[in-house]
């Protein structure tokens, strides 16, 4: 999912005055071409398809571009809201389901993560699965992420943007994409995406994120159970400078980690 619901007028785009926010070049890279890489790296799927206003945007570096010669990057076109784009998407590809969805603005992800996430998805039986970091995890290396978590009765945790859809049933959840989620940061899309009850239950803590995710599903009619992904980074996504400033610094940090140690050379 890498459509720009602002435009120019997106605070990240506006960083480096590009047209997307996916466009933005962070450590030296562009963030969408960073996302499909650890995608592709993960050796989970064949392809990725991409859902964006443009097709252009896909062939903005030669290594996405050599990716579309290769079939391995696939255009398809975006519309109006999340749901609608999912919903659509699963109309153009071709057996699309089982499906694992990421945004194109979770430039921290890796190929670990991802391959930690479909191993959960293809040991689970739900129709539907998330993909969630607690907030200790993300607060031992983020003391000050700026993210927006969810609390409920065992403790906080955010999403970081990795879903799966495993049958027919598993669209059924995508609606709650109707009002373009962010639900950490904008309570009162949890009311109109989920109802009143779910609400209650959410802003009460009146149960555990299963429980809460089990009365979602109940509603829904999709089985929506929880990969449980243990990287700070995780949830970590670039929405503004302070995300975008931190994510470039961890990309940084890794940069250096895997570069090799130069060998201190001693005089004979």
């Not at 519309?79 to 659509?88: E, R």
């Not at 979770?106 to 998805?121: G, K, M, S, Y």
């Not at 879903?163 to 009162?188: D, P």
């Not at 670039?238 to 050379?265: N, Y």
Request: proline fraction near 4%; charge should be negative.
């Amino acid at each position: 999912m890498a459509a720009s619901r602002r435009g120019e007028d997106d605070p990240v785009a506006k960083l480096q005055q590009k047209s997307h926010k996916c466009l933005v070049e962070i450590d030296g890279q562009v963030m969408l071409e960073r996302v499909l890489e650890a995608l592709l790296d993960s050796g989970c799927f064949d392809r990725a398809h991409v859902s964006v206003d443009r097709p252009d945007i896909l062939t903005a570096t030669p290594k996405m571009s050599a990716w579309v010669d290769e079939g391995r990057v696939v255009y398809i076109q975006s519309h109006g809201n999340l749901a609608d784009s999912v919903l659509k998407a699963v109309e153009q590809i071709d057996k699309a389901l089982p499906l694992v969805i990421t945004t194109g603005d979770n430039a921290l992800h890796t190929p670990e993560i991802v391959r930690d996430f479909v191993r959960d998805f293809h040991a689970s039986d739900a129709d539907a699965l998330v993909g969630l970091t607690k907030e200790d995890v993300v607060l031992r290396e983020y003391a000050n992420s700026g993210l927006a978590f969810h609390r409920l009765k065992d403790g906080g945790f955010s999403s970081c943007n990795l879903y799966g859809l495993k049958n027919e049933n598993a669209l059924n959840s995508v609606k709650v994409f109707e009002s373009g989620g962010q639900f950490g940061k904008r309570h009162i899309r949890i009311l109109k995406a989920f109802g009143l009850w779910p609400f209650i239950v959410y802003k009460l803590k009146l149960a555990d994120v299963s429980g809460l995710l089990n009365v979602i599903g109940r509603r829904l009619g999709a089985n929506i159970e929880i990969s449980w992904l243990d990287y700070p980074w995780g949830p970590i996504d670039v929405d503004h400078k302070h995300s975008f400033d931190l994510a470039e610094a961890t990309l940084i940090e890794r940069a250096l980690a895997t570069q090799p140690q130069a060998v201190e050379q001693r005089p004979s």
